[in-house]
């Protein structure tokens, strides 16, 4: 057969084996197959070193690859779908152990970038047809001449701080008359009442609880190691950025569909148990999950002007431990301010805060062991802090805090380089694959995606450690002019350590007690949970039933194993108390206060303050008699102050000034009407309109500086729906509304059809 090129041979030349290799070959012959560093009949390299030396060799050259596929993309060379496939790995059927639960191979690009944003010849032309476009409208459009009025200017002099004398939180003391033995009864009956009896129960079963709790050594298991709800990919996350992570429908989402932020139903909360699932944890995230690999991952550890780099698998050579920390958000019951005052943030109920088991090594045990001395120059003389920063892009910039470098290294105060989380992986939402855990502080210092470590001779000065988690006095009603940047750079205003705080979670929302059920020795059951931060025990838990005269004591339980090194508790309790039906019914409400071991308890009263943190007033829940349909009987309807996000049933109204703020909100549009089908056609990030209180803005000029980032907004675009509405008012407050009149275009001042009122996010 003819062909059209020659058939030539080419033998490379080569040297051969030395003498040395000819006599130290082995007889292949005989004996077993497994000899160090020469391949066995599966085509394996076995040896007597390390099990996961091929998966790490691989690893690492995996990750070359891929970096230099990034730099590839970075430079400008298009890259197309077979390119993205071939260069992303798929390591998580073959170590499924490092992997949360729900985690899928997702491509780490998009069929839009693909597409449009690559600059592929017909892209470029694109955006040279836009850019021409848009510098001819600017040059059509007048410009306004005065500067951005800041938010300090704005408010008017008159401006009162007052706050409303309307919360007040309620807790119930428990009657133990379970323990009664018929011996001592007769004795007892003789001097005290009933209701004494019981007291002094509840006080013997306390005493005996307390002094039997057990120190946890940090080597036990989650007792909670199984979801209680199913997970999966959620329709309100299928055009986000979190469109790969599975997630409970349970949660109830604060700030609309992204980014994340959510608690799960108070009463669900506390019936899962005194350690919370994976699934039902509260959520807080600044932006779109990072989509992090395991094997790719590497923590940076910078001293002294070195850094150390850390791989995950090199964080599991550490010694661990495994133990239960409450986390609670600082914002938690953030909602009852903003029902006084709009804050700056959105509407926590009283389910921001959650009490899972977090393994991991400690952080001194990870800093000593790269260079970081325990005792750094001048300790005592100075002060030092541990930086700690994630992997998260965010709208302004990384998100990262610190804390002081003596209390980082404290072997009593446990701060954790978590990994797992109720024995299983980090869930995305909850920092997969490392985050720190520091006990006893606020959910905002314990950094998710936890990417770099530094030592520093100064505090953190990135912007979300400046401008969150802070609480200011409340005459500071805004986060710009001289005083609000004065103290939001207060080493004073920021929060670190949790507070006191207690909450009623039954009676529950919404729950009926027909009078029918007021029978004579009937007994109900008030429950709730309460923690505190720092360490400290909470030591009492009382609830009133007319509105704070008297005090009823109540019974107290905490996780298993609670004690940390003799006297610290970093987990949440539950605390429950029975007492009569009856009382119940006639109560004027429901309180609850706590206190610690410094004998401090709750304030009755809230503190406002601009960014709505650490509210911990009185729980007060409220009675009030309703006709029911269904029944002849009346029942008595018990209400929360307030239900999370943009719920309404609580028994707290807006303020008068709330009132009055929303009333201004409404004026100064333009009589303009469009039809949806004329809204609808503006829903992408080049032409975005939004639909807010009737009222239809063109955001698309909002989206570059949006603190939610755009997919926030572009999830709402072109969309008429009350939804719109109901997040942006959860999340903002009046002078949100008066830059989204002065920085997108008021359109109209409704649509033409029923759909009167719509939505933005946050």
């Known amino acids: 057969m003819p062909h059209s090129k020659p058939w030539v041979v080419k033998v490379q030349a080569h040297p051969g084996s030395t003498a040395e290799e000819i006599r130290n070959e082995p007889d292949w012959v005989s004996g077993h197959q497994h000899r160090i560093g020469f391949r066995d009949r599966n085509n394996r390299l076995p040896g007597l070193t390390h099990k996961d030396d091929e998966y790490r060799e691989e690893v690492a050259r995996e990750k070359q690859e891929y970096l230099a596929f990034q730099k590839r993309a970075k430079s400008g060379e298009l890259i197309n779908f077979r390119d993205l496939i071939e260069n992303q790995k798929d390591f998580h059927l073959r170590h499924p152990e490092n992997r949360s639960l729900g985690w899928r191979y ?14 592929w010849p017909a892209n470029l032309k694109k955006q040279e047809e836009e850019e021409k476009k848009k510098k001819e409208e600017e040059a059509k459009s007048d410009k306004k001449n005065d500067t951005p009025e800041q938010e300090h200017e704005w408010k008017r002099s008159s401006d009162k701080d007052k706050h409303h004398d309307a919360y007040a939180k309620n807790k119930e003391n428990e009657d133990k008359k379970q323990e009664k033995t018929s011996s001592e009864k007769p004795k007892l009956s003789d001097k005290y009442t009933p209701a004494e009896i019981a007291l002094l129960r509840a006080l013997e079963h306390e005493k005996n609880y307390i002094q039997h709790l057990k120190e946890n050594n940090g080597k036990r298991k989650s007792p909670q190691h199984k979801n209680l709800t199913q997970i999966s990919i959620d329709e309100q996350d299928q055009f986000s950025p979190d469109n790969w992570l599975p997630r409970s429908p349970d949660l109830i989402r604060l700030t609309g569909k992204h980014p994340l932020n959510a608690e799960a139903p108070l009463t669900r909360l506390y019936e899962a148990g005194l350690i919370t699932p994976n699934e039902l944890h509260y959520v807080r995230n600044h932006g779109p ?3 992090i690999l395991w094997e790719f991952h590497e923590l940076e550890i910078t001293y002294d002007g070195k850094t150390q780099t850390l791989s995950m698998d090199d964080l599991k050579e550490f010694d661990t431990i495994n133990i ?10 953030r909602k009852e301010l903003n029902m006084i005052k709009k804050s700056k943030g959105f509407n926590w109920g009283a389910g921001g805060a959650s ?14 062991a790269n260079g970081v001395p325990e005792k750094p120059p001048g300790l005592g003389e100075k002060r030092y802090w541990v930086n700690f920063e994630g992997t998260d892009d965010l709208s302004e910039g990384k998100y990262a805090t610190s804390i002081p470098f003596e209390h980082a290294m404290s072997p009593n105060n446990d701060v954790i380089l978590a990994y797992e989380m109720n024995d299983v992986p980090l869930p995305p939402d909850h920092g997969y694959p490392v985050r720190v855990i520091i006990p006893g502080y606020v959910g905002g210092r314990n950094v998710k995606w936890l990417k770099k470590i530094w030592v520093s001779e100064k505090e953190n000065d990135s912007y979300y450690h400046i401008w969150d988690n802070r609480v200011l006095p409340s005459f ?13 750079h207060h080493p004073d205003t920021a929060c670190n350590e949790q507070n006191l705080n207690s909450i009623i979670v039954k009676p529950a929302q919404g729950e009926r007690i027909p009078l029918g059920r007021a029978k004579k020795g009937e007994n109900y059951r008030i429950e709730g949970y309460a923690y505190d931060g720092g360490g400290h025990e909470v030591q009492r838990v009382e609830v009133s039933l007319d509105d704070g005269a008297t005090w009823l004591y109540c019974i107290r339980k905490f996780p298993d194993y609670p ?23 006639r109560a004027k409400s429901i309180m609850v206060r706590c206190f610690n071991v410094f004998k401090n308890t709750q304030p009755r009263e809230p503190n406002w303050n601009v960014m709505g943190m650490m509210n911990n007033c009185w729980y007060t829940v409220r009675p009030e008699i309703t006709e029911d349909n269904d029944s002849e009987t009346p029942s008595i309807l018990f209400r929360h102050p307030v239900e999370p996000a943009t719920k309404d049933g ?14 201004k909100q409404e004026a100064g549009a333009p009589q303009k009407e469009f039809t ?82 719509v939505l933005l996010v946050s």
């Not at 609580?650 to 009333?663: C, D, F, L, R, Y």
Request: hydrophobic fraction near 40%; glycine fraction near 8%.
């Open 106 to 119: 997702v491509l780490n690009a998009t069929e839009d970038w693909v597409k449009n944003k690559e600059p």
């Open 289 to 291: 999950v990072p989509r």
């Open 324 to 333: 239960a920390v409450a986390l609670a958000c600082d914002g938690n019951r």
């Open 355 to 368: 009490c899972a088991y977090w393994k991991g090594p400690l952080l001194r045990d990870v800093l000593l």
């Open 476 to 488: 500071v009603t805004e986060k710009d002019g001289p005083f609000a940047e004065a103290l939001f």
């Open 563 to 585: 004690i940390r090194h003799g006297n610290k508790f970093w987990s949440w309790l539950h605390w429950h108390v029975d007492v009569e039906i009856s009382h119940v019914i």
């Open 650 to 663: 609580g028994w707290m109204k807006p303020s008068v000034e709330n009132k009055i703020a929303e009333a």
């Open 676 to 757: 949806r089908e004329e809204i609808e056609k503006h829903n992408t990030q080049d032409d975005c309109w939004l639909v807010v209180d009737g009222k239809v803005y063109d955001a698309t000029s909002v989206l570059g500086w949006h603190p939610g980032g755009t997919a926030a907004i572009l999830g709402h675009a072109g969309k008429v729906h009350q939804e719109t509405s109901d997040e942006f008012a959860s999340i903002h407050d009046d002078y949100a509304y008066k830059k989204l009149k002065g920085e997108s275009t008021v359109l109209s001042m409704g649509v033409s059809n029923e759909y009167q009122n």
